[in-house]
């Protein structure tokens, strides 16, 4: 079973950009793998999503033009990058790790069978 930690988050000023870390517990070049967020009194939402190889990444339209994900396999390391950002990206970040193949589209959380815990990222006006 893969295990996930997100690190990265914290309180930042609107405008700041932050970089979130996710690290897995084994090789990640065998899942394909997502950021998701939750804000406070909403659902689970989808961020981005990149394949196991890179090949292709799909990010949550309203989000494209500020954030990047990314990944290292050498590393068992997924990253996302956010820029500009705003108060209400304030959430609950989480990575998910899930199988290369699967009928759920990249932006279900149905697809992605491992959870992080999360990190914080807060963003003051």
């Known amino acids: 079973q893969v295990q996930l930690v997100e690190t990265g988050g914290g309180v930042v000023q609107a405008g700041d950009s932050l970089r979130l870390s996710c690290a897995a517990s084994e090789r990640t070049r065998d899942y394909n793998m997502g950021w998701f967020r939750q804000a406070p009194g909403k659902e689970r939402e989808f961020v981005a999503a990149i394949t196991w190889n890179a090949a292709d990444i799909y990010y949550a339209e309203p989000l494209r033009r500020r954030f990047t994900i990314s990944r290292v396999n050498a590393k068992n390391a997924m990253y996302l990058q956010m820029n500009s950002l705003k108060p209400e990206d304030t959430a609950v970040y989480f990575c998910?790790?899930?199988?290369?193949?699967?009928?759920?589209?990249?932006?279900?959380?149905?697809?992605?069978?491992?959870w992080g815990q999360g990190t914080q990222v807060t963003v003051s006006s």
């Open positions: 998910a790790a899930g199988a290369i193949y699967s009928t759920y589209t990249y932006s279900s959380e149905r697809r992605y069978e491992y």
